[in-house]
């Protein structure tokens, strides 16, 4: 038994914002860019975009309704739900392999979130005006080879995370949605940049890039990269939604929460490609910079734009407020289970956590310059931590948790509790039993065999 009374959301509307801050951030902003321009474009979107609709959505609400449900940390969660239902607490494995994705990406999620802490202030001291492609790519080679200057950064982020995490759940992730919640101003400053890029004369070619797809481009690496996408811009397979739905009363909707959080969620991925391609092309920029792509084209574009400073603060400002409500997210799945399983008090297990996670961090943030060489399988730390993470801890935490809600508890609570009757019963059932998990594992497999 927990030695705590479980902390609850204050409001309804408190978890939708929470929920969104984690899933809106680096993913669909940062990551979706250059995993666009990394797997050759419109058939990893097309493709993406299946996931999130016909895997996102059920793994989000299997989720949330197991953290409901165990009103605990992921893994004890998974164990007495499993134990409730005549089953093997094995499944608890599932809570382990989430909450340990969540820590692994923090680790170099923080050094990304320190990234955008720089650029915030260079946007500041306009650092950016003026510059051409190759100024712009020095602005950001000088940060990549500097070790001191990425672990001030990173230190400088994590230590934000750790101090909002550490207040609890009413004062510290409740205040921090609240305050920092920047999805609908992301969305309005996408669209004034998708504005821009139509003004580059590469706005239709950006829009083959991303939307006509070649199927000879496809494979089941893509896939399996389209598929760890989904997961990773909507926050599952980490331990997130679990802890999150932890603190959630009976009171919200799953899946109509579910989608909207998806549509918000998607819709200012697909505005950040339209922004950055655009830009990427009319510079003659490569559509596979990797993780630094926008980190090199918006700037470039801030700097040469009337009024480019003050939008490239508020660009970087609100990137870096995603990056801090996606990155509490992660460390609270974390902190939960330290909590719930140790002595240490909530500001304790919190400080442990984030410098573990600190720690790791460094030899990620070391990868780009003093350390970049290959450790395992031909990467180097933060591409091997990004690879694992994605491509195998978060679909395999996703369908464990699928397979649990949709075949493991009771069947008609199930539908009761999801509001479901008739068809809509059916759907689900059809969904969540076969096409996701089957389509999960199809790909998984596919991929380890290629």
């Known amino acids: 038994m927990s030695k705590l009374v479980h902390a609850q959301w204050s409001s309804k509307m408190t978890f939708v914002l929470a929920a969104a801050g984690s899933a809106v951030g680096l993913g669909n902003i940062w990551r979706f860019s250059y995993m666009v321009g990394d797997n050759g474009g419109a058939a990893f979107v097309l493709v993406y975009l ?56 923090l680790s170099f999620y923080s050094v990304i979130g320190g990234w955008s802490l720089s650029y915030t202030l260079n946007s500041v001291t306009g650092a950016f005006t003026g510059q051409d492609a190759d100024g712009v790519g020095a602005i950001f080679s000088g940060l990549l080879s500097s070790p001191g200057l990425l672990l001030m950064w990173h230190t400088a982020f994590m230590a934000l995370v750790i101090w909002i995490v550490a207040q609890g759940v009413t004062k510290g992730l409740e205040g921090a949605v609240r305050t920092m919640m920047p999805a609908l101003v992301v969305l309005m400053l ?19 890039f991303m939307f006509r797809p070649d199927w000879s481009a496809l494979t089941g690496g893509v896939v399996l990269a389209a598929m760890g996408q989904a997961f990773f811009t909507l926050s599952l397979g980490m331990g997130i939604m679990m802890a999150y739905g932890s603190y959630l009363g009976e009171d919200v909707k799953l899946l109509g929460t579910a989608r909207t959080v998806i549509i918000l969620d998607t819709g200012i991925a697909l505005l950040a490609g ?58 609270e799945p974390v902190v939960e289970f330290v909590e719930e399983r140790t002595p240490l008090t909530r500001v304790v297990a919190t400080v442990a956590g984030g410098v573990a996670v600190w720690a790791l961090g460094i030899a990620a943030l070391m990868s780009f310059n003093v350390w970049d060489v290959p450790i395992l399988f031909g990467l180097n730390v933060f591409d091997l931590l990004d690879t694992f993470t994605s491509k195998f801890l978060l679909p395999l935490t996703g369908l464990g948790a699928i397979v649990f809600v949709a075949w493991v508890l009771d069947r008609k609570s199930v539908a009761s509790e999801l509001n479901l009757a008739g068809g809509t019963e059916q759907l689900w059932s059809v969904v969540a039993r076969y096409i996701a998990p089957l389509g999960m594992l199809v790909v998984f497999i596919n991929s380890l065999l290629g």
């Open 50 to 105: 299946a996931c999130v609709a016909v895997v996102g959505l059920p793994v989000l609400v299997a989720e949330w309704l197991i953290g409901r449900r165990g009103q605990k940390n992921p893994i004890n969660a998974m164990s007495e739900l499993a134990h409730k239902r005549g089953q093997t607490k094995a499944w608890a494995l599932v809570g382990v392999s989430g909450v340990l994705a969540a820590f692994l990406i």
């Open 190 to 208: 996408m669209l004034v940049l998708v504005g821009y890029g139509m003004t580059t004369g590469h706005f239709g070619e950006a829009l083959a």
């Open 274 to 331: 339209l922004a950055i391609f655009p830009i990427v092309f009319a510079n003659g920029l490569s559509a596979g910079e990797g993780p630094g792509l926008i980190f090199v084209t918006l700037p470039l574009a801030f700097g040469n734009m009337t009024g480019g400073m003050i939008l490239g603060l508020m660009f970087f400002l609100l990137l870096t407020f995603a990056a801090l409500t996606s990155a509490i997210s992660l460390l």
